[in-house]
């Protein structure tokens, strides 16, 4: 089965932004999805396909894509955006994978 | 509104049986796949099964093939997981999921505008 790969933890600094990645060969055929994750919470949807977003997700996260590796960027990072973040995507088999995730403190 | 509830977790020892049960609500249900993720104490999301909108196609993790199987009543908005040989490491709380768009068998469009509350399942002697 395929596998994604993200760095375990970033920092970025209040209203700076920050970029998280997640490799792995299936992004080369298939979109990553990305969650948020707040402690006790479950997950929630902030990117998905090409580049959407859900409804009530705010336009500082975005996605983009090239070749094995998609990139969340949160643009003008808040405190509420603490969390920690994971991706996933399909592969050719019909399973999806997500990644160990990457915990990412606001300072 | 979109609501997904699970039931059915709880204790149960090894080797033992358990179905879960995730009951839709405020869409239409037999239009969505839907999926089930996991997730152990301390750790990371964990992509358990997928069933499409129709129950046609089903696809499993490597570390629960041949023991869960994924199904679904359209007429009763309601996805079950049959999980069965339990072990210790399948301890976890189970979240349902649906596909963002409907009718879509090829996983281009993600999952998981709408999760469920999570029902805890603990594996133990």
């Known amino acids: 089965s395929s596998e994604l790969t993200q760095d375990p933890a970033v920092s970025v600094a209040l209203g700076q932004t920050v970029r998280i990645t997640c490799q792995g060969d299936s992004l080369r055929n298939y979109y990553a999805s990305w969650y948020q994750q707040k402690p006790g919470q479950a997950p929630v949807l902030v990117i998905y396909g090409k580049n959407n977003r859900p409804s009530g997700i705010p336009d500082r996260f975005s996605g983009s894509s090239s070749g094995n590796t998609a990139s969340l960027t949160i643009t003008g990072a808040q405190a509420e955006d603490e969390a920690d973040y994971y991706c996933n995507s399909r592969d050719r088999s019909g399973n999806h994978v997500f990644a160990t995730g990457t915990k990412v403190t606001v300072l | 509104q979109v609501q997904l509830m699970e039931s059915g977790g709880g204790v149960v020892q090894p080797g033992r049986s358990l179905r879960l049960s995730c009951a839709a609500s405020?869409?239409?249900?037999?239009?969505?796949?839907m999926h089930w993720v996991r997730q152990a104490p301390g750790k990371g999301l964990e992509w358990v099964a997928v069933?499409?909108?129709?129950?046609?196609?089903?696809y499993y993790a490597d570390s629960v093939k041949g023991r869960f199987t994924i199904s679904r009543d359209n007429s009763k908005n309601t996805l079950y997981l049959q999980m069965n040989s339990l072990r210790t490491e399948d301890t976890a709380v189970f979240y349902c999921?649906?596909?963002?768009?409907?009718?879509?068998?090829?996983?281009?469009?993600?999952?998981?505008?709408?999760w469920g509350q999570g029902t805890l399942v603990t594996v133990s002697s």
């Open positions: 999921a649906k596909d963002t768009s409907p009718y879509d068998i090829s996983g281009h469009y993600g999952f998981g505008d709408y």
């Open positions: 405020g869409f239409t249900f037999s239009r969505f796949g």
């Open positions: 069933i499409s909108y129709d129950g046609n196609n089903k």
